[in-house]
Nanobody, 126 residues
Framework: QVQLVESGGGLVQAGGSLRLSCVVS????????MGWFRQAPGKEREFVSA????????YYADSVKGRFTISRDNTKNTMYLQMNSLKPEDTAVYYC???????????????????WGQGTQVTVSS
């Protein structure tokens, strides 16, 4: 059974920074390609960023490119999302996701992932 637990959300002013973490309880964390998604009230869940099992490949939504950085530490079974220059429109519940995939990054659709965390709230005030 694969379990994902996010942390690091909170309230921050516009222009501030947060770092989200996602700890994965899996015997072989490095098997999994990972991703971050977010969902604002009344909106569909949207793709934020993805990273390959090795960390060698990453991909970002245009809305966060240049501001967010995804990374992972396979020795700690943990994925991160460093969020800088935050904007009010980044306010959402952020979810981490995983899929057993050994080549490249996974897709940008929620249906491309098999495992999900419970989410962590990020609120950016103007």
């Amino acid at each position: 059974q694969v379990q994902l637990v996010e942390s690091g959300g909170g309230l921050v002013q516009a222009g501030g920074s947060l770092r989200l973490s996602c700890v994965v309880s899996a015997r072989t964390f490095r098997r999994y390609a990972m991703g971050w998604f977010r969902q604002a009230p009344g909106k569909e869940r949207e793709f934020v960023s993805a990273i390959s099992w090795s960390g060698g490949s990453t991909y970002y939504a245009d809305s966060v490119k240049g501001r967010f950085t995804i990374s992972r530490d396979n020795t700690k079974n943990t994925m991160y999302l460093q969020m800088n220059s935050l904007k009010p429109e980044d306010t959402a519940v952020y979810y981490c996701a995983a899929v057993d995939r050994r080549t490249g990054v996974a897709g940008i659709s929620p249906s491309d992932y098999d495992y999900w965390g419970q989410g962590t709230q990020v609120t950016v005030s103007s």
